[in-house]
């Protein structure tokens, strides 16, 4: 059975076809599925469970296949749960979200940096609409640490470790990581256990 991954980045997708492998669904993307020229729907809802079942479902109307789509950020306490949604849109490379989120937080102590990063899959086809979402608390730190990883990575550590992702393996991250714990629920979800 065919199942679209809703997604252009290319590292999403291979996170899901591994995670998913064994099941027997050939995995597509959506240049896979011939739908690459079409718009980006718009992330107009006002949850990442509500953006993750938005988008599944519209590439599951334009393709008649199974889909799978996700929406995820980083939600920082003391900013009243920014950047949030708008994550991805925080200013125009990951070095420039960064320095923004940095700076925003200047001067707020290490016990009041706790954020969490969100990540909600949605999983639409026939008769179905499910969404699982994982998150993965954390904490800000002052600077950037690691190079691995992407996005917000050098910034967050998660609880219970002195590193940040940005300095784990993608195997270490996925342990533990929102998206990991959405997978893994998705997982559980179609094998039945
Ligand atoms: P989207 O889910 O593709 O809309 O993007 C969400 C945004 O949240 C990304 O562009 C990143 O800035 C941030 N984000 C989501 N997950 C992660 C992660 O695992 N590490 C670092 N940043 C993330």
Same mark, same amino acid.
């Given at each position: 059975?065919?199942?679209?991954?809703?997604?252009?980045? /290319?590292?999403?997708?291979?996170?899901?076809?591994?995670?998913?492998?064994?099941?027997?669904?050939?995995? *597509?993307?959506?240049? $896979?599925? $011939?739908?690459?020229?079409? %718009?980006? %729907?718009? @992330?107009?809802?006002?949850?990442?469970?509500?953006? &993750?079942?938005?988008?599944?479902?519209?590439?599951?109307?334009?393709?008649? *296949?199974? !889909?799978?789509?996700?929406?995820?950020?980083?939600?920082?306490?003391?900013?009243?749960? /920014? %950047?949030?949604?708008?994550?991805?849109?925080?200013?125009? !490379?990951?070095?420039?979200?960064? /320095?923004?989120?940095?700076?925003?937080?200047?001067?707020? %102590?290490?016990?009041?940096?706790? &954020?969490?990063?969100?990540?909600?899959?949605?999983?639409?086809?026939?008769? *179905?609409? @499910?969404?699982? !979402?994982?998150?993965?608390? $954390?904490?800000?730190?002052? !600077?950037?640490?690691?190079? &691995?990883?992407?996005?917000?990575?050098?910034?967050?550590?998660?609880?219970?470790?002195?590193?940040?992702? &940005?300095?784990?393996?993608?195997? @270490?991250?996925?342990?533990?990581?929102? /998206?990991?714990?959405?997978?893994?629920?998705?997982?559980?979800?179609?094998?039945?256990?």
């Amino acid at each position: 059975m065919k199942m679209l991954v809703a997604t252009t980045n /290319r590292g999403k997708v291979r996170e899901l076809a591994e995670a998913l492998d064994g099941l027997g669904f050939e995995i *597509l993307d959506l240049e $896979g599925a $011939g739908l690459a020229d079409r %718009p980006a %729907p718009e @992330e107009s809802g006002s949850t990442f469970a509500e953006n &993750a079942l938005l988008k599944a479902s519209i590439w599951f109307e334009a393709s008649g *296949l199974l !889909t799978v789509a996700d929406d995820s950020g980083l939600v920082v306490d003391i900013l009243g749960g /920014r %950047p949030g949604l708008h994550s991805a849109r925080y200013g125009d !490379t990951d070095a420039e979200r960064i /320095r923004r989120l940095l700076s925003e937080m200047d001067g707020v %102590p290490s016990t009041e940096r706790t &954020a969490r990063f969100v990540c909600s899959l949605a999983l639409v086809g026939e008769n *179905l609409a @499910e969404v699982f !979402t994982g998150e993965c608390e $954390g904490r800000i730190r002052h !600077t950037s640490h690691g190079s &691995a990883g992407f996005g917000y990575d050098p910034v967050f550590t998660p609880d219970g470790e002195n590193r940040t992702f &940005a300095e784990m393996s993608p195997g @270490e991250k996925s342990a533990i990581s929102h /998206r990991g714990n959405a997978i893994r629920k998705l997982r559980e979800f179609i094998t039945g256990r």
